[in-house]
């Protein structure tokens, strides 16, 4: 035997020796594991908290999301960005948000979110106060994809989730969609956009957040109590938008689509 294969054979039998006496404290081990990462997160957040001044959440025990100057707690770190109210009680728990891509409408839908989960973690959270209602789950349906393993298109996906969240929240959930309806032909996808937006509002009453560019769902404030219209600022002047990422009241009036698609680079 070479020394090498020695010096092997040697560090094995002591790596055996440690794991064996190791698992004699394995109880202890993990309950000392579980506190140091106890310690780690609270740390961490106080370390986010100080240098990002991040304010103290206060929880209550309504259905309610009050952020004044609510930032991402990811792209707030981004030049520009630009911080948002969010409100909603019982008076305006569906929030209707309309606006051109690239707008923010899908940023703010996040931040909503983001805010809650930290808030409920216990830790500050990126805005100028906040006050908060308990939620007991979020749903979301955001983004696009499809499942090809198992043969489902984007639009099967879409509304696999979105049943899933018709049967699944209750009153005190946080529900977040993100332009529901848009994998199919505009005459189907608006009927589905607003037989979810009254299920919603008639019968879960949960605090909602639904971006959309089907204008026609803006007239549903009129006809239900709970909903809200808001919209995404854009400038136009001259033929040239600019996006504001500011939230105002009321509906946009238009997605400014061709537009969007200009600045993308589309030959016109």
Request: one cysteine or more.
């Amino acid at each position: 035997m070479t020394a090498d294969s020695k010096i092997k054979q040697l560090e094995y039998h002591l790596f055996q020796n440690l794991r064996d006496e190791c698992r004699k404290y394995t109880t202890s081990l993990a309950s000392i594991a579980g506190k140091i990462a106890a310690v780690d997160v609270l740390q961490c957040f106080a370390t986010v908290a100080r240098k990002r001044n991040w304010c103290r959440p206060r929880m209550v025990n309504e259905s309610i999301i009050n952020i004044k100057q609510s930032r991402h707690p990811v792209l707030e770190q981004v030049p520009g960005f630009v911080a948002n109210d969010i409100s909603m009680n019982k008076s305006n728990r569906f929030l209707l948000i309309t606006g051109p891509n690239m707008g923010g409408k899908s940023t703010y839908l996040r931040t909503a979110a983001l805010v809650s989960i930290l808030a409920q973690a216990g830790s500050y959270v990126p805005a100028e106060a906040a006050k908060l209602g308990l939620v007991d789950r979020i749903f979301t349906r955001v983004g696009a994809s499809d499942d090809l393993r198992r043969g489902r298109s984007t639009f099967m996906m879409e509304m696999i989730e979105v049943a899933h969240i018709l049967r699944k929240a209750s009153n005190n959930s946080l529900v977040l969609l993100d332009e529901i309806g848009r994998g199919t032909s505009t005459f189907d996808g608006l009927s589905i956009a607003w037989s979810v937006t009254e299920d919603i509002c008639n019968r879960l009453q949960c605090r909602t957040l639904f971006a959309t560019h089907y204008h026609q769902l803006v007239g549903l404030e009129n006809d239900i109590d709970m909903l809200k219209n808001i919209h995404v600022q854009v400038s136009h002047i001259d033929g040239k938008l600019k996006f504001l990422h500011t939230i105002a009241d009321g509906p946009c009036d238009e997605s400014y689509g061709i537009q969007v698609a200009a600045l993308a680079g589309l030959p016109r």
